[in-house]
Structures are given as C-alpha cells and as structure tokens.
C-alpha cells in the first residue's frame, strides 16, 4: 500500500474538518494517513494563489454556496466541534514551526489535536505569541521548548522544505491528499481519497 498523506496548515479551516473525518477513514480502511505540516502562506506564494476570502471578494452566490457546503459536511459527519474562528486570516508561522518542532519532540500528534482546538473549537487569535503561550501551557504542553524550537535554524528549515516539496509535487492549497502519487485537494475529496486507497489495496 502506498503512502497516506495529509499536507496541512492550521489556518484552514476544511483542513481541520478534514482532520475530523480522517479517523474514521483509516478505521474503515486500514490505512493511516501521515501528517505533513506545510506553510500555506508560502504554498500560495509559490503557487501564485490567493485565499478565497481573498479570491472571491465581492463575487455573487458563491460565498453563500461555500457555507452551504460546509453545512452540509457538518451535518454528514456529525461534526458539532467547529466554530469559525473570529480572528481569522491568522498568521500561521509559529504555528506551523510548531508542529515540526513538536515532531523533534514526539509530541506531534498530541500538538495537532490542541492546536486545532485552540484554532477551531475554541477559537483564539493563535498569532498573538501571548495567546499562543496560554493556550499551550493550558494544553499541557512543554511551551518553553517549543518556543525555544520554532526558533532554531533546523525547525525553519524543515518547514520550508516541506512546503517546497509539497509545492513541487502538485499542492497550491490545504488540504492536500497524497494516495500514492495521486494528489487530491479539498475536504470535499475525502470519499475519492478513500476510494484510491481501497483501489490501491485491491492491486
């Protein structure tokens, strides 16, 4: 079976949905999605994309039909724990050094699952390193060296090549699905991504 993976930000929220649905996918296929942390900020710069708040500004129909769909997926999944988050376009840097740096620690899973709480089920403004740091230290996780990581040439490092990884394989946005060398974009592919592993296992 070839490679799961899930290339993310924690700025998205369809990425944190997705995160949600993610579970009972492997449950139901056997698989086990790998978690690749990207910077979606740099993702758009390489891409030359923009996000759509910013892409479908001002455009008719579209913006409601969005949150049509997201209502929908909500409801599919039984997903109760999502609230926009008020502060949103957050700036995801430290976030996203975080995770790597919670990687070096193994501590990553842990760090993925509070971070996405404190991100969009308890929203706070997570740019802010004061928030960052209580909402950490509430999450019981070791603040101190995180900070001090996210700081190292080494995390910075590794972040950027994976975003320029993800980028050089296909990825303008997140989430981004890798079955394989089979890309698919958008919690709205979750059903073709699980079809491609089942069709993958069947080989």
Same mark, same amino acid.
């Not at 910013?54 to 039909?65: D, Q």
């Given at each position: 079976m070839s490679a799961v993976e899930f290339h993310f930000d924690f700025g998205s929220p369809n990425a944190y949905l997705s995160h949600l649905v993610i579970p009972d996918i492997e449950k139901r296929t056997g698989a086990k999605f790998q978690y690749v942390p990207i910077l979606l900020g740099g993702i758009f710069k390489l891409a030359g994309n923009r996000s759509?708040? =910013?892409?479908?500004?001002? /455009?008719?129909?579209?913006? =409601? !039909? =969005? $949150?049509?769909?997201?209502? $929908? *997926? &909500? $409801? $599919? +999944?039984? /997903? %109760? @724990? *999502?609230?926009?988050?008020?502060? *949103?376009? #957050?700036? %995801?840097?430290? &976030?996203? @050094?975080?995770? #790597?740096?919670?990687? %070096?620690?193994?501590? *990553?899973? @842990? !760090? #993925?699952? =509070? #971070? !996405? @709480? +404190?991100?969009?089920?308890?929203p706070k403004k997570m740019d802010d390193p004061a928030v960052l740091r209580a909402a950490l230290d509430e999450s019981g996780l070791p603040t101190a060296k995180l900070f001090e990581l996210v700081q190292s040439q080494d995390v910075k490092d590794r972040l950027m090549a994976s975003t320029q990884s993800s980028f050089e394989r296909g990825t303008f946005g997140s989430p981004t699905f890798f079955v394989g060398d089979e890309i698919f974009f958008g919690k709205d592919r979750l059903r073709d991504v699980e079809d491609e592993i089942k069709a993958q296992q069947a080989k």
């Open positions: 759509p708040a =910013e892409a479908f500004a001002g /455009i008719k129909n579209k913006p =409601e !039909y =969005e $949150r049509l769909e997201m209502s $929908r *997926f &909500l $409801r $599919r +999944h039984g /997903i %109760t @724990r *999502f609230k926009l988050n008020p502060f *949103f376009p #957050v700036n %995801t840097l430290m &976030l996203m @050094r975080g995770a #790597v740096a919670a990687q %070096t620690l193994g501590i *990553f899973e @842990r !760090y #993925v699952e =509070e #971070v !996405y @709480r +404190h991100m969009w089920a308890d």
